[in-house]
């Protein structure tokens, strides 16, 4: 941003500090760059080239305008940053009333100059962070020297094995709110200690927080998605794929990261866990056979309504959760085992017809299953 632009803003911010009062914000040349007069805008004012000459305040009184052309009566201060000049602010009124106010506004200014640079940085830091993501993960269309440079300019110092991480939050969300979300996790994870600029790296993409994590082990991952849980209060899912040794493995574990993190499912996903290996599978052939997943799932919707289908579903999803026993099942969802046997007689009736293999009823199913919940939850 300018410093005009920013010289701008300070005067739309402080003018009610000053109760009202006529402010003044001049450069290092001593011409004003932004004033509550916007006709004075682009006028040398002599007093604030006085401040710059010396680096001192200078009062001028109503008796002595002559000698300050462009300049009214009122109290002038110099704004450093880091022992340099960096503003001039300047205040309308008799000196001794308003020496108190000038100083509270240069105090005011100078953090609001500094605070300026450090959003800057931070947007300039955030940034490089993205596009090492990016790189890091089409490292075979990029090559590893541009990714050098860019870690070079982070300060990175990358502690073998690392993993990359996805982290979403479940349900649906506008786009504002899923970022702010992502955002508040990060403070916190940072906060936490879970999170090295040094050692690692993020960047808010889309609708996930994708990290390239140093030293990561189960009780490490399950901290951070507790920690990202804990600031925003909302489930999450977080993705890990498999530790890399050097960085050309990366650009496969952050395919398994957004691969698991994509899955209908909360919690961590690790794909080291024998349990996540099926669910990396299914969510593969969901993305991979979708058009043929969908024409299943078409059929459904075709011979069912809304509310039948969400129950058959749900009936089917809780028997396969309880490995295919109907006594169990039953008694989660509080029905008859015969009511039970019935519902999934009536989808494999329809998606699998003529098909008697367990496997391949479940398989298909739960292809179904998966493409209907991953369905509900996007954005209408």
Known sequence: MRFEEIARQLVETTSRLVRGRIINIMDTEGRIVASTEESRIGTLHAGACQVVRTGRPVAIEPADLARWPGAREGYNLPVFSDGRLIAVVGIFGEPEQVRDSAYILAAYTEQFFHQNALDQQNRITGELRTTYLRLLLNLDRYGTEELTEVGEALGLRLQFPVRVLALEFCGRQDALVCRQRLYRAVEELQFQNLLDPKRDVWAVTGDRLLMLKSDTG???????????????GAPARLGAGRPC????????????????????VSGVQDIQDPDCRFLYLMQRTAFREEDCIREMHSLLE?????GELEMLLATADAYYDCGGSVGQAADRLHIHKNTLQYRMHRLWDIVCPGTTGRFEREYLLRLCIQYHVRKASEPS
């Open 218 to 232: 189960t009780r490490c991952l399950h901290r951070m998605l507790t920690c990202a849980e804990t600031a925003v």
């Open 245 to 264: 040794q050097t960085l050309r493995q990366a650009p496969q574990s952050g395919a398994q990261a957004l691969t698991l993190c994509a899955a209908p």
């Open 302 to 306: 075709q011979q069912l309504d809304a």
